[in-house]
């Protein structure tokens, strides 16, 4: 069964770098046929899919935040993780990290089966 566990500040301030790390376990992000993305909920809105790093090392981003948004890993720690720059008050959102299988869509958030728990990152001064 894979989990997935976000971790990063819970505050930001605007105009600098949001950076969210995710942790793999019960599974592996190289090996595991999978799309691992990041999806945010801004408050009273819905799911947003953000961008996704495939088992091979691809990434994908959502073209409303392809130029701010950057997706890595970490293949020795089993991590992914998220780079969102340049925030503003409306980047304030609960942000998951998320996996599915690869044959699929990715930029559905309803066709994701494993989730973290979620993490609330609020950008203000």
């Known amino acids: 069964q894979v989990q997935l566990q976000e971790s990063g500040p819970g505050l930001v301030k605007p105009s600098q770098t949001l950076s969210l790390t995710c942790t793999v376990s019960?599974?592996?992000?190289?090996?595991?046929?999978?799309?691992w993305s990041w999806i945010r909920q801004p408050p009273g809105k819905g799911l947003e899919w953000m961008g996704a790093i495939a088992y091979s090392g691809s990434t994908y981003y959502s073209p409303s935040l392809k130029s701010r948004t950057s997706i890595s890993r970490d293949t020795s720690k089993n991590q992914f993780t998220l780079q969102l720059r340049s925030v503003t008050p409306e980047d304030t959102a609960v942000y998951y990290c998320?996996?599915?299988?690869?044959?699929?869509?990715?930029?559905?958030?309803?066709?994701?089966?494993?989730w973290g728990q979620g993490t609330q990152v609020t950008v203000s001064s």
């Open positions: 019960g599974g592996s992000i190289t090996t595991n046929y999978y799309y």
């Open positions: 998320a996996a599915r299988d690869y044959s699929g869509t990715y930029y559905s958030p309803d066709e994701y089966d494993y």
